[in-house]
């Protein structure tokens, strides 16, 4: 029997409904990569299951040529992918010396360039690679050059799902619609970086509210913006040398807390107010990695100059160095570029830039396997990811060996492109997103053959 017409349309009402409820709730975090170490902030996806085995043959779904330099994190939302680069344009300014005839000012020998830079952001097509929109937030000469394996975009973007916010550092802060229409614009000064190893540092954005941190020749700082107005709500000084850890935000203890990792102190911010909830030290310098969340507990380590791990109490206030508040500490085998990977009660971390990995109990700090040579990884700036049971790592020479989520060392395959890799993988749904030093990958499974 057929349903009468006001029915029918009451039904399609209803079902289409439904429909949107799914779709509602496939439009959320856990489905995407949305930020620097994804939905979690660990590392881990809770839903992607890409492919365990890819070559440049093989189960390459797309690949696109990306103009510049970048070694960010792309980042996913729905049918989108978004990248930062920054692209030389060549055009010289005559007032600045080629860098060949500027005289040694650090370390590293570091120069400034004497070429004006396109900051841009690029939107591309999830399932084609297809370039959607890009758009340049400013184009200027940088102040000061940066280590031969950082450039001017390596922060990731973040995305609340409404809106993109892209950080170039010193060359400033840009908020865009999805679709491409740029909200506002913030110039936040810039930064003088010790040896001018350039900046990285990722934004972080939680309930409105976007959070960057600044660590650099003492002069740094924490300043937390409106999301709707670019407007600061509060910034703080801090006293740290060159570190470049993306902070974690967290809810605990019924406060909202912004954990910070750099060499002075570990801190936990009050989002709210700035104010300091509690500190400690114990890492080395030049802090990298990004904290990670273990229940109460927040796990921060780092490897320039020596090793260094701890799980830090998030219950606490005031200056905890020096009191027996840690839950564990190590000091071995921690990475310096790579962050740490927490993968249901397993942290894995790579030791230095080595292709040398750890696998702890996170709960415990006793180590469960390890060290364990990585095969044919010998260096690696790209941080480990998790999804499906899996551990996927990526090492600068293109090789990503794949270890089954286990307290063993197990190999499950290793896969080969040829291409150099810094970037972090990005993983959503079937695929994997790969930035090489000249190409976006996306790696899935070719159901055709």
Request: charged share 20%.
């Amino acid at each position: 029997m057929s349903i009468p017409c006001p029915q029918r349309t009451l039904w399609a009402l209803c079902l289409l409904l439904l429909v949107s409820s799914k779709l509602a709730v496939c439009d959320g975090p856990a489905e995407n990569w949305h930020q620097w170490r994804g939905p979690l902030a660990n590392g881990v996806s809770p839903t992607a299951n890409p492919p365990t085995t890819w070559s440049e043959e093989k189960n390459v779904k797309w690949k696109v040529e990306i103009d510049g330099q970048g070694t960010s994190t792309p980042i996913v939302w729905n049918d989108r992918v978004f990248l930062l680069t920054a692209i030389d344009t060549g055009r010289k300014d005559p007032s600045i010396p080629d860098p060949e005839d500027q005289p040694k000012t650090n370390f590293f020998n570091i120069k400034r360039p004497n070429t004006s830079f396109d900051f841009v952001t690029l939107c591309l097509d999830r399932h084609t690679g297809r370039e959607l929109w890009r758009r340049t937030a400013t184009t200027k000469i940088p102040h000061e050059g940066t280590h031969q394996d950082n450039d001017f975009a390596s922060a990731s973007p973040t995305t609340d799902g409404e809106r993109i916010y892209c950080w170039f550092g010193s060359a400033g802060l840009v908020c865009y619609t999805l679709d491409g229409q740029q909200l506002w614009q913030r110039q936040l000064g810039e930064a003088a970086v010790g040896s001018s190893l350039g900046e990285g540092c990722s934004p972080v954005v939680h309930a409105g509210q976007l959070v960057l941190v600044r660590d650099h020749s003492h002069r740094g700082s924490i300043e937390v913006l409106d999301c709707l107005t670019g407007k600061t709500q509060w910034k703080k000084s801090r006293d740290e040398d060159n570190a470049w850890a993306t902070p974690l935000v967290v809810e605990h203890s019924g406060r909202t807390q912004v954990i910070t990792a750099a060499t002075n102190f570990v801190r936990s911010y009050d989002l709210e107010n700035g104010d300091v909830i509690w500190q400690c030290g114990g890492l080395t310098g030049n802090v990298t990695p990004c904290p990670v969340l273990d229940g109460d507990y927040v796990i921060c380590m780092s490897g320039y100059q020596g090793y260094a791990a701890a799980a830090f109490p998030l219950g606490r206030q005031g200056d905890l160095s020096g009191a027996s508040s840690t839950r564990w500490t190590l000091d071995r085998g921690t990475p310096y570029v790579p962050s740490p990977l927490i993968y249901d009660g397993l942290l894995y971390f790579t030791q230095s830039n080595a292709g040398i990995l750890r696998c702890l109990d996170a709960e415990t700090g006793q180590i469960l396997y390890g060290p364990e040579r990585l095969g044919d990884l010998n260096n690696i700036y790209a941080s480990p990811v998790g999804c499906a049971g899996r551990v996927y790592i990526t090492g600068r020479n293109g090789a990503t060996i794949v270890l089954k989520r286990s307290q063993k060392f197990e190999v499950l395959a290793t896969n080969y492109l040829e291409e150099r890799f810094d970037a972090s993988p990005a993983i959503a749904g079937k695929q994997m997103f790969l930035r090489g030093a000249q190409h976006l990958y996306c790696i899935e499974e070719d159901v055709t053959h």
